[in-house]
Structure formats: structure tokens, C-alpha cells
T-cell receptor
Framework: GEDVEQSLFLSVREGDSSVINCTYTDSSSTYLYWYKQEPGAGLQLLTYIFSNMDMKQDQRLTVLLNKKDKHLSLRIADTQTGDSAIYFCAEKTGGFKTIFGAGTRLFVKA | SQTIHQWPATLVQPVGSPLSLECTVEGTSNPNLYWYRQAAGRGLQLLFYSVGIGQISSEVPQNLSASRPQDRQFILSSKKLLLSDSGFYLC????????????FGSGTRLTVV
């Protein structure tokens, strides 16, 4: 079935790079997404990547996609305290649905 | 620009009471609309989605129902709340012919006591 998995916690020091990893199961995924959720708020779309791309860079964010291994990662360069949040990986399957992972809580230590 | 409004932000309701959460979208027509529930430490569970007025698809059997009385209005309801209905409820919309992700509302924290 369709499933998206990601680790639940990541802790980094301010100024370091953060790498959040995600694996998915549906090989027919068309788009893959990263969302950010700050405390008590809804999800905000951070970036997305088409399934025919390997990498996408957007300022401090770098998304890497390994289709063979069904692995997606989000790298945040120069991580700041304001980056502390829950990050959700999601895939849009060949059907109608978008499947979300459980979210990775990023802690940034000053 | 498109905006999505969801209310109330927090709600405390007794077991057995009814529920009505409302979500409206502005600045777009014929959006796809979604209700998700987020339980602590878990991912987002899709509850309902709608591709048009009066068209509701349910993803999981539950104590909740949804309605779409107008193009940009999506309502989540229950006749009698259970303790297990507690959670963070999120409304979202997406354009019909795009795969560029969802726009989420700010969420409603529901606590059933």
C-alpha cells in the first residue's frame, strides 16, 4: 500500500546543516513535497519536486530525490532557531490522494 | 490572492455534544477541499475530500461527517462527539488542475472532555 515514513526527531546546533529523510513506497508518485508546521498552526508548503528530477535548490533548502531507492531528503543549510518546527514529507500518488508522513520534529539548539 | 479560513481555533466540547467546524476559501473557484486530522505524534489522516458542491468522499469510517453546501465552504460535523474525536483538525484546498501542493488552514484544536 501507500506509505510515507520519516524519523520523528532531529536535533542540530544553530548554524549547522539539517538533513531530514523520508522514504515512500508508491513508485507511481508524481510530485513529492516538504511542508513545515509551526506550533499550533497549519502546514505550510516549503518546496516540491517533480518525480523526474533528482535535485531542487531553493535558497537554504536543497531537496534530493533518489527514485530507485524511493528516498527523499530535505537539507536546510545554516539552520536557525526559527527553523524549529515539524517537517512533513508527502507524496502525490497516481491517484487523487496526497499521502503524508508522520512528521519530523526539528530542534535547533542555540 | 487565495486565502483559507478555518474556525474556531480551539474548542472544548463534552462527550455526546454536537460538532460543527467550518472552512471557507477565498480567491479561487471550484477548489478541491479536504479535512485532515492530526493526532499527537502521528501523521495527517485524510478524513474527507470534496471535488464539488455536494460531493463528499469519506476515507475512513468514523463518527464524523462532512458537507459542502457552497463551492468554497466545507463543514465537518458530528452528532455526538466521542473522546477519541479529540485532535487537531486541518482544512486544506488545492486547485483542480495542479499538482503544486495543498494550502492549509490554521487548524482547530478540539478537546472532547
Amino acid at each position: 500500500g501507500e506509505d510515507v515514513e520519516q524519523s520523528l526527531f532531529l536535533s542540530v546546533r544553530e548554524g549547522d546543516s539539517s538533513v531530514i529523510n523520508c522514504t515512500y513506497t508508491d513508485s507511481s508518485s508524481t510530485y513529492l513535497y516538504w511542508y513545515k508546521q509551526e506550533p499550533g498552526a497549519g502546514l505550510q508548503l516549503l518546496t516540491y519536486i517533480f518525480s523526474n528530477m533528482d535535485m531542487k535548490q531553493d535558497q537554504r533548502l536543497t531537496v534530493l530525490l533518489n527514485k530507485k531507492d524511493k528516498h527523499l531528503s530535505l537539507r536546510i543549510a545554516d539552520t536557525q532557531t526559527g527553523d524549529s518546527a515539524i517537517y512533513f514529507c508527502a507524496e502525490k500518488t497516481g491517484g487523487f490522494k496526497t499521502i503524508f508522513g508522520a512528521g519530523t520534529r526539528l530542534f535547533v539548539k542555540a | 490572492s487565495q486565502t483559507i479560513h478555518q474556525w474556531p481555533a480551539t474548542l472544548v466540547q463534552p462527550v455526546g455534544s454536537p460538532l460543527s467546524l467550518e472552512c471557507t476559501v477565498e480567491g479561487t473557484s471550484n477548489p478541491n477541499l479536504y479535512w485532515y486530522r492530526q493526532a499527537a505524534g502521528r501523521g495527517l489522516q485524510l478524513l474527507f475530500y470534496s471535488v464539488g458542491i455536494g460531493q463528499i468522499s469519506s476515507e475512513v469510517p468514523q463518527n464524523l461527517s462532512a458537507s459542502r453546501p457552497q463551492d468554497r465552504q466545507f463543514i465537518l460535523s458530528s452528532k455526538k462527539l466521542l473522546l477519541s474525536d479529540s485532535g487537531f483538525y486541518l482544512c486544506a484546498w488545492s486547485a483542480v488542475r495542479t499538482l503544486y501542493g495543498y494550502t492549509f488552514g490554521s487548524g482547530t484544536r478540539l478537546t472532547v472532555v
